[in-house]
T-cell receptor, first 110, second 114 residues
């Protein structure tokens, strides 16, 4: 079974709005990463947050991590049509294994 | 853009056959991971190779095997193909560095088993 679960499964917003997606996981982790995937192609790394960090920013992206609740959120501000993609969280609980969630499909309407 | 390439891009096989998928990692990356992604699902971790040895494995049977070569290339081999093996197979290379490992993904090989 997959370690992470993203919520919502699908999200549709207007260009310029903010998009928030959440990830929950099951076991303790070393770090959590967010990836983006366009149309069933390769994944692109967006941001990594370590287990001892609570918040991280990268451009229009803001990631939070709450290890007590085993959850993370990804906020994309001022969304653009080009942000349309699937977004996945990935956790590394240790043991050189990586677990991806089921993904959130984001559609940004121009 | 990631410097990771995979071949072939698409492949059609029949049940029971064997397949070899190839990946070329970023130069200098000592770690490669392979994932299986079924349609509409997230990637599932198959295994990881570090310095040419298997170094972590997900819940996949032994008919999934791999090799990593010194020239930053690697292979995923699948024997006795089953219909459920139809998926996008992704490789990701990384440089292991104290728990801050960022994986760089290739574009994937889409395998269809008939």
């Amino acid at each position: 079974s997959q370690q992470g679960e993203e919520d919502p499964q699908a999200l549709s917003i207007q260009e310029g709005e903010n998009a928030t997606m959440n990830c929950s996981y099951k076991t303790s982790i070393n770090n959590l990463q967010w990836y983006r995937q366009n149309s069933g192609r390769g994944l692109v790394h967006l941001i990594l947050i370590r287990s001892n960090e609570r918040e991280k920013h990268s451009g229009r992206l803001r990631v939070t991590l709450d290890t007590s609740k085993k959850s993370s959120s990804l906020l994309i501000t001022a969304s653009r049509a080009a942000d349309t993609a699937s977004y996945f969280c990935a956790t590394e609980p240790g043991g050189n294994q990586f677990y991806f969630g089921t993904g959130t499909s984001l559609t940004v309407i121009p | 853009e990631t410097g990771v390439t995979q071949s072939p891009t698409h492949l059609i096989k029949t049940r029971g056959q064997q397949v070899t998928l190839r990946c070329s990692s970023q130069s200098g990356h000592n770690t490669v991971s392979w994932y299986q992604q079924a349609l509409g699902q997230g990637p599932q971790f198959i295994f990881q190779y570090y310095r040419e040895e298997e170094n972590g494995r997900g819940n996949f049977p032994p008919r999934f095997s791999g090799l990593q070569f010194p020239n930053y290339s690697s292979e995923l081999n699948v024997n006795a193909l089953e219909l459920d093996d139809s998926a996008l197979y992704l490789c990701a290379s990384s440089l292991r560095s104290g728990g801050k490992e960022t994986q760089y993904f290739g574009p994937g090989t889409r395998l269809l088993v008939l």
